[in-house]
């Protein structure tokens, strides 16, 4: 195996430059995009409840044991399990999630642009330039997605070359705080909107009679893109973690910053429809309320041009802006896990990995670009089933091959009492049993 050295593979300088950035990581699309227009589509507060079951009790073990096998192997999720154990099969799951990274990028760039086009719509639209603005809404459109996704790629392949520390770190630094500014400002002014109230009460008084087993397919399957778990993101993001961090603590801050920003985008965005509602904009197809790339791409500008104005500019630009660096730091980590994986297994320095792997994975976004209808197939194979099952083979390895208590042992460092907590009792039980019998039964129910 080739050997890169951690001085030469990098390292995060502080603690809270690594959680911004692993919260950089979880906090993107899936959260501002994703989680509303699922919690409006599929079950409103019931959902939510869902969500927030199946993040805290299936998704942060999860998260506990990649960031245990990342920092004890100072490797990318195939070297990590080769590292760990002599097993020949684990390499195999370690390159499933790369396969899984790049599948993921390649539409995430993709989504992004749509985004980030929206913002430019927004000023073309108020400046009264009503082609270059259609132009800009028209998600189908091959050689428009094609450009603005490339654009978005460079951006992220930039970043990864700058490294860890001067790279990663200091862009999610900067990224995150403007972010949570941003959406509490934008809740602020929504609130405070005609007909708001109706989708705070949609949002949070749950109806449970809508919980069935789809809706528990679906809300296990965001958590775990939400988190960015199952396919080595944060072995890969452990892996340049100091021995003199807490472990568990990391990952709970991480968890609760990436459900907490969910929880705001729902704040934000199903008051935002009732709102768009009131002003008279359709917000249901039939009975049936808008699907997600309606609501986020039609609704809210709609909603957007509807306010007018100054308002309307600022508003639409803002959102859409904060949409596309949310997806900014997750497509970071999204390419850092194969790029890391090209650096310590073939020995390559960073800026080459970062332009060779990038430009490949552009290759198969500029694919999607024509195609836009392959982004379903993409999603339901490498994220919808894709993540579910590296996050089960990795519990599967921790639990037996490498075993709970190395996992502990390693995350005596940085907390050292930890075997004396109640943590050290229950996590293995989670990584043993709840964790992997709950992904299965889901896998499976879902399958048949
Ligand atoms: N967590 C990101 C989101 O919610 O948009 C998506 C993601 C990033 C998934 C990185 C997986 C990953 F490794």
């Not at 990590?80 to 002599?86: E, T």
């Not at 907390?415 to 004396?420: E, L, M, V």
Request: aromatic share 14%; with cysteine.
């Amino acid at each position: 195996m080739a050997g890169t050295s951690t001085s030469e593979r990098g390292a995060w300088n502080s603690k809270l430059g690594f959680i911004l950035a692993a919260a950089g990581s979880a906090v993107g699309l899936g959260n501002i995009w994703g989680f509303p227009t699922k919690v409006a589509t599929e079950g409103g507060a019931a959902y939510l409840i869902v969500y927030l079951i199946c993040t805290f009790l299936i998704g942060f073990p999860v998260m506990v044991a990649e960031l245990a096998i990342g920092r004890k192997s100072g490797k990318n999720p195939v070297g990590a399990f080769k590292a760990l154990s002599s097993n020949k099969f684990f390499p195999l799951v370690g390159l499933w999630g790369v396969i899984c990274g790049v599948m993921i990028l390649s539409f995430y760039t993709v989504i992004a642009g749509w985004a980030f086009g929206f913002a430019f719509e927004e000023i073309f639209y108020y400046l009264g330039w009503q082609e270059a603005a259609d132009l800009l809404t028209d998600t189908g459109n091959g050689w428009k997605n094609a450009i603005i996704a490339s654009a978005f790629m460079f951006g992220t392949i930039k970043i990864i070359t700058g490294g860890i520390s001067d790279g990663i770190e200091r862009a999610t630094k900067f990224m995150m705080p403007l972010l949570i500014g941003i959406i509490v400002i934008m809740i602020g002014y929504v609130l405070t909107q005609p007909g708001a109230s109706e989708g705070v009460r949609e949002y949070l008084l749950p109806d449970f009679s809508k919980i069935n087993a789809d809706l528990i397919f679906s809300a296990m399957g965001q958590a775990f893109f939400s988190l960015s778990l199952g396919m080595g993101a944060l072995i890969t993001y452990g892996s340049y973690l100091n021995k003199k961090e807490n472990i568990p603590q990391a990952a709970a801050f991480v968890t609760l910053a990436d459900v907490g920003i969910a929880f705001l985008a729902g704040l934000l965005i199903i008051p935002a429809m009732y709102v768009a509602k009131n002003a008279g904009i359709e917000i249901f197809v039939g009975d049936q309320l808008a699907s997600s790339t309606d609501l986020v791409f039609q609704i809210l500008p709609a909603l957007f041009h509807t306010i007018g104005g100054a308002v309307g500019l600022i508003l639409g630009v803002v959102f859409f802006l904060l949409l596309s660096i949310a997806a900014l730091t997750s497509t970071i980590s999204l390419l850092e896990v194969p790029v890391s994986f090209v650096i310590d297994e073939f020995e390559v320095k960073r800026k080459k990995a970062a332009w060779s792997v990038g430009l490949g994975v552009l290759a198969i976004s500029i694919v999607v670009s024509f195609y836009p209808a392959l982004i379903g197939h993409f999603d339901n194979i490498f994220n919808n089933l894709g993540l579910p099952i590296g996050g089960l083979l990795t519990c599967i390895f921790v639990a037996f091959v490498w075993k709970t208590d190395s996992a502990i042992t390693e995350m005596e460092f940085g907390f050292a009492g930890i075997r004396q907590t109640l943590f050290s009792k229950v996590w293995p039980v989670f990584i043993y049993v709840v964790c992997p019998l709950a992904i299965l039964y889901n896998i499976v129910t879902n399958f048949l």
